[in-house]
C-alpha cells in the first residue's frame, strides 16, 4: 500500500493459540479414520502412510471451507457492487451462505456504503480488507462476514482492528465516506442457510469502551508480531522504527 509492506490483521492474528482449531483437527482425523476403518492396512509401512494420509485429511477439509468462504465473499461483493444474484455453478454450502446473507439483509434496513474495502493504520503497522461497510437500521456498521462454525474470541478484534484503520483514513480525508461507530460478526451458515448477527453495538459499557479494550489488544499483538518475526517489510515505518531503536541500543553499549 503506497509503496510500504503491511503484515495483514490475519496475519497479525496467526500468532494466537486456537484451542478450537486443535480440537477441530483432532475431530477430522478421529472422522477419516472411522470412515476408512475397513481399509485400515495391517502392514507396518502402509499402516503409516495411512496415518500420515488420516492426519493430513484435515487440511483437505480446510481448504474446501476456504473456498466456500471465498466464493460466499465474491457472492457478497457481486451483490452489493452490482446487484447480481447467485447464478451458475455454485458449491451448496455456498448457495446456503449467501441465502444466509439474503435472509439477513431481509431482517434488517440496510444501506450499502463500501465493500472488500483496502484499510491500513500506518502507525501501528497493519492492513486489510474490510467486508462491508454499511448504514444497518440507524448506525453505520462495519460488520465482518464469516462462515465457520461459531463466532470465535479473536473475531471482535479483527473487526475492532478494520474500524480503527477505516476510521483513521476517514479522518484523514482519504475516505470521503461517513466513520463507523461499530462493528458486528455477520456468520453465515453453511448447512441451515440461516445467518447469526452480532452487533457489538450494544455492550454493557457502550461500545466505545468495547472497542477500546479490543484495539488496544491488537495493537499489542502487533507488537509482539514485529518482535518475533523480525521481518524486512519494504518501507514499513514499524521496521524502520524497531531497526532505529536497535541502532540507538548498539551506540549506546559501544559508548
Known amino acids: 500500500i503506497n509503496g510500504s509492506e503491511y503484515p495483514s490483521v490475519t496475519t497479525i492474528l496467526g500468532i494466537l493459540e486456537k484451542p478450537a482449531l486443535v480440537k477441530w483437527?483432532?475431530?477430522?482425523?478421529?472422522?477419516?479414520?472411522?470412515k476408512n476403518r475397513e481399509q485400515i492396512p495391517s502392514d507396518k509401512e502402509e499402516f503409516e502412510k495411512f496415518l500420515e494420509t488420516a492426519k493430513e485429511h484435515y487440511n483437505e477439509i480446510s481448504d474446501e471451507a476456504k473456498d466456500v468462504g471465498t466464493i460466499t465473499h465474491e457472492l457478497v461483493e457481486n451483490y452489493i457492487k452490482y446487484g447480481r444474484d447467485a447464478v451458475g455453478e455454485i458449491p451448496e454450502q455456498a448457495q446456503n451462505a449467501f441465502l444466509a446473507f439474503l435472509e439477513w439483509e431481509k431482517e434488517h434496513k440496510v444501506k450499502w456504503i463500501a465493500s472488500e474495502l483496502a484499510v491500513y493504520d500506518e502507525e501501528t503497522g497493519y492492513a486489510g480488507t474490510i467486508d462491508i461497510v454499511a448504514k444497518i437500521d440507524t448506525v453505520v456498521i462495519i460488520p465482518d462476514i464469516k462462515t465457520s462454525k461459531a463466532i470465535y474470541d479473536e473475531y471482535p478484534v479483527q473487526a475492532s482492528a478494520y474500524l480503527h484503520a477505516y476510521n483513521k483514513l476517514v479522518d484523514s480525508g482519504h475516505f470521503n465516506l461517513p466513520k463507523a461507530e461499530a462493528t458486528g460478526i455477520l456468520r453465515l451458515d453453511k448447512k441451515t442457510g440461516l445467518p447469526e448477527w452480532k452487533?457489538?453495538?450494544?455492550?454493557?459499557?457502550?461500545?466505545?469502551?468495547?472497542?477500546?479494550?479490543?484495539?488496544?489488544?491488537?495493537?499489542?499483538?502487533c507488537q509482539t508480531w514485529y518482535l518475533q518475526k523480525d521481518r524486512r517489510l519494504k518501507n514499513n515505518p514499524v521496521v524502520e522504527r524497531i531497526q532505529m531503536k536497535k541502532l540507538d541500543n548498539s551506540s549506546a553499549i559501544i559508548a
Open 199 to 221: 452487533n457489538y453495538l450494544f455492550q454493557r459499557g457502550g461500545f466505545e469502551k468495547f472497542h477500546e479494550k479490543k484495539i488496544n489488544y491488537f495493537k499489542s499483538l
Open 25 to 34: 483437527a483432532v475431530n477430522m482425523f478421529k472422522e477419516y479414520l472411522l
